[in-house]
């Protein structure tokens, strides 16, 4: 099992910076890849930046990942009105005994970007 914990969301002005962070823990052979989804009140949830980003925050946006700590970090420039939503991190981990590659998602985050 893998335990997603994300921080680092909050209210902000727009033109502002947060920096997200997630960690991952519990019992596991190793993380293969870790991602950032976000959903907006009314909207389907959205992949916002992972092994690609989504256009809308390109170039505003950054992920990064310290392996050693099993923590990815979503650093969030130029933030917008239009980036108000729940901010959901994702892993997908090899389990211990092996197995296929199962997904995971933590709680969320709110960001919330005020014009």
């Known amino acids: 099992q893998v335990h997603l914990v994300e921080s680092g969301g909050g209210l902000v002005q727009a033109g502002g910076s947060l920096r997200l962070s997630c960690a991952a823990s519990?019992?596991?052979?190793?993380?293969?890849?870790m991602g950032w989804y976000r959903q907006a009140p009314g909207k389907q949830r959205e992949l916002v930046a992972g092994a690609e980003y989504a256009d809308s925050v390109k170039g505003r946006f950054t992920i990064s990942r310290d392996n050693a700590k099993n923590t990815v970090y979503l650093q969030m420039n130029s933030l917008k009105p239009e980036d108000t939503a729940v901010y959901y991190c994702?892993?997908?981990?090899?389990?211990?005994?092996?197995?296929?590659?199962?997904?995971?998602w933590g709680q969320g985050t709110q960001v919330t970007v005020s014009s």
């Open positions: 994702a892993a997908e981990a090899l389990l211990e005994g092996g197995g296929s590659p199962v997904d995971y």
């Open positions: 519990g019992s596991f052979f190793s993380i293969i890849g």
